[in-house]
């Protein structure tokens, strides 16, 4: 089993900036990735990054060059990915959900929200 706990969301102008971190724990002996998705209200949930195992990154068009996401490994019970968003625009607005892929498993956590003022 795998445990997941979100926080850093919040209300930011704007331009301004956030952190986003999940903590992952439990069985991660063998995570394929991790990734931070988001869902708008009336709209479908989407891809923000992941991170591969091997380091790989991928980002959503939308935050290329202003959403940076990071992973800390510390043993095989604990992980964090983390998201930096820098110049955060009104339609980031969202709630942002952390995602943990172990051995073909997808483990969601409850999410956090973001909210952009402009």
């Known amino acids: 089993q795998v445990q997941l706990v979100e926080s850093g969301g919040g209300l930011v102008q704007a331009g301004g900036s956030l952190r986003l971190s999940c903590a992952a724990s439990?069985?991660?002996?063998?995570?394929?990735?991790m990734g931070w998705y988001r869902q708008a209200p009336g709209k479908q949930r989407e891809l923000v990054a992941s991170?591969?195992?091997?380091?790989?990154?991928?980002?959503?068009d939308s935050v290329k060059g202003r959403f940076t996401i990071s992973r800390i490994s510390r043993d095989g019970a604990k992980d964090t990915v983390d998201l930096q968003m820098n110049s955060l625009k009104p339609e980031d607005t969202a709630v942002y959900y952390c995602l943990v892929k172990v051995l073909g498993n997808n483990y969601w956590g409850k999410g956090t929200l973001v909210t952009v003022s402009s």
């Open positions: 439990g069985s991660l002996f063998s995570i394929n990735a």
């Open positions: 991170i591969t195992s091997g380091t790989a990154t991928n980002y959503a």
